[in-house]
């Protein structure tokens, strides 16, 4: 049974640019045809806010997010389980990645307590008291059965002192060393798992934690513990130094980056996987990214724009709506608003990826890198 | 240019039951051919709300309601004008009537004055002061640019004394009257006009009232002032009493209801046209409408249902998702549980009115109508 549900999973480098780290790949699973770089659109709590499950299947989305201490929480496990999996739960037949809820629960701060064995946390909901170990999550992410899961790692947070990393990376180690040992003693073989890299801003532990993670011989590989406030130059400083000890062969997944041109830093540097709130979260606050920049709707000028966000946009807000409308939407507290700007944000990640990874396989990639940074950041002025 | 316009609009009875008053009608404007009864579905601020027009059109959705007052505050009709109109604005190519404000004028109370001009009121957004009389009324109603206008009028409280509705139906006559001689003043004939009877509970009054505005030949009549809080046997007497009097060739628009087993009995009663709020409202509170009446979808009896709301409704809410998961979407506030409510209501709605329309012609109506109100109110127990 394992064996057969293992053959669905692959992952192939199908090229690499002659001058940069940039690679164009091809990540099989039960569920979808991943093509590499990615970005998948994050369905925290089983929805990615605001879109349908049909808007993500038109937009060719095959990969989505769910985090799993959210999920742990509402609706549960079991519940999920009972359902038949996460898939059929939220009726999503594409590829799902849970993370291990690590990030969540590490971020509770005051509501938590790490111990070797684990971390006892209060829910955010309503206080109760629960315990995450690395075999619990592993238990709860075989439940959820998604295709990609992650590891239970500590997501350090910044500033942090080197010795607090340092013990920090070990425990991380010894964790994840039990996240496999559980996988692959419970697994369906419906799953694949990932490892997670840590290290902070630390040259020195980014490459003990990375050369540990991958002597234990994970189906992939997480660069976590980025983008969490460290200056942008460090955080591009950490994936050079994590991603040529990484195997060519496996695919490489930078959690919760980012912004439009930092995907693009990333894959330049040899990253072929990304998740981000920031095309949803923003979206609900009236700020969307366009290949011109970012955009902010929910403003007094743009009440006569009667333009769409970005006129060459293909997406369904910017063939059929405009933004004196959108932020006519915005001021009324519409939810079609956050449901146009979202539309809109995430189509373009989705796009960028698209024309990224075409450039990739076309040899083009460092000009096609190039035009879009330019572009990009030369950011639409606000009056 | 006016005739041009003019003749673009036609309405024509092309089936009346034998047995009831229902009839099947075809509206026609410039937008949209409309066959009757029709359901339209509410858009107050521009927007159905967590609707996409896109979605309306799907659903085969040839006419949706603007409500005056909310959009001369927001965006303003200036604004709507330079717009293009508020087709153009939002992007809806089918019909749109507007009403006239009237209703939510009155809605005010503390907030507005009523004279022999018009009313002074204070916006319900900044408390600023404004003024509608009927002529600004159709001015703002012309630069919005619905294909149907309402008249304004005094939208009657319930309970009132014989005296105050008596009054009030003078006025609103004298307002009718005004504003039809606004309107043909000012029209380009992109816009038909109708007139709204009122009279409160009083079957003298409604007589009255109803004889006066046919006197004065609108283009197309509503009956207002009903679904206020009177009880429902005086609401259906007062539709009995208005529809004999109203010209047999013209449309008859029964405002702000209601609930699916009163616009059956309406249209048994005469009625051709229906808005209403509920089955957006009601939806993002939880609360769905089904053949088999009302579900609440928000509620811990539902966490397990793993089937769909109505497993034999064609929606997409209901193709494909189950209870479990929109209550689990309810639960964790994400706005895709709003959108699958009322997704599923706004559907019922359209299907309920298709159905009722093919009963009508098919001189069937007296035996689905039957069928549809003993399956609907034998409403579904909650646990």
């Known amino acids: 049974m394992a064996a057969v549900h293992k053959q669905k999973f692959s992952f192939e480098v199908i090229r690499v640019c002659p001058h940069t780290g940039a690679r164009a790949g091809i990540l099989r699973t039960p569920h979808a045809v991943i093509e590499t770089p990615v970005f998948m659109p994050v369905g925290t709590q089983a929805s990615v806010k605001t879109m349908s499950q049909q808007e993500l299947e038109a937009y060719d989305a095959r990969i989505i997010l769910g985090n799993t ?113 559980e996988h692959e003693k419970t697994t369906d073989g419906a799953q694949v798992l990932f490892g997670i890299c840590q290290g902070s801003v630390f040259p020195d532990l980014r490459v003990l934690s990375t050369e540990s993670l991958v002597a234990m011989d994970f189906w992939g590989y997480a660069i976590g513990g980025l983008a969490v406030g460290e200056p942008k130059r460090q955080m591009f400083e950490m994936i050079e130094i994590t991603t040529p000890i990484l195997p060519e062969s496996k695919p490489r997944y930078l959690m919760g980056v980012g912004y439009p041109d930092d995907m693009v830093e990333a894959v330049s540097r040899g990253v072929d996987m990304f998740d981000c709130v920031l095309p949803t979260r923003n979206a609900r606050n009236g700020s969307v990214f366009t290949r011109n920049g970012k955009v902010i709707l929910n403003k007094a000028y743009q009440a006569k724009e009667f333009t769409p966000i970005d006129p060459e946009c293909g997406c369904p807000a910017c063939r059929n709506y405009s933004r004196a409308y959108i932020r006519h939407l915005f001021q009324t507290g519409e939810i079609l608003a956050p449901r146009l700007a979202t539309l809109h944000s995430i189509y373009f990640y989705l796009e960028t990826m698209r024309e990224m990874r075409s450039a990739i396989i076309e040899n083009r990639f460092p000009h096609w890198r190039d035009e879009f940074l330019r572009r990009y950041r030369n950011e639409e002025p606000n009056p």
């Open 69 to 181: 201490y959210h999920l742990y929480l509402r609706p549960g496990h079991d519940l999920i389980r009972e359902a038949g999996g996460l898939h059929r739960f939220m009726g999503w037949n594409g590829s799902i990645l849970t993370d291990s809820g690590g990030y969540q629960v590490f971020s509770l701060n005051d509501l938590r307590k790490i111990t070797p064995e684990g971390v006892v946390f209060r829910s955010h909901i309503d206080g109760s008291r629960h315990l995450f170990t690395p075999e619990s999550v592993i238990e709860i992410e075989h439940a959820i059965g998604a295709d990609l899961i992650m590891a239970f790692d500590e997501c350090i947070p910044y500033p942090v002192s080197h010795e607090y990393a340092a013990r920090s990376c070990l425990m991380t180690g010894e964790w994840a060393e039990r996240c496999l040992g």
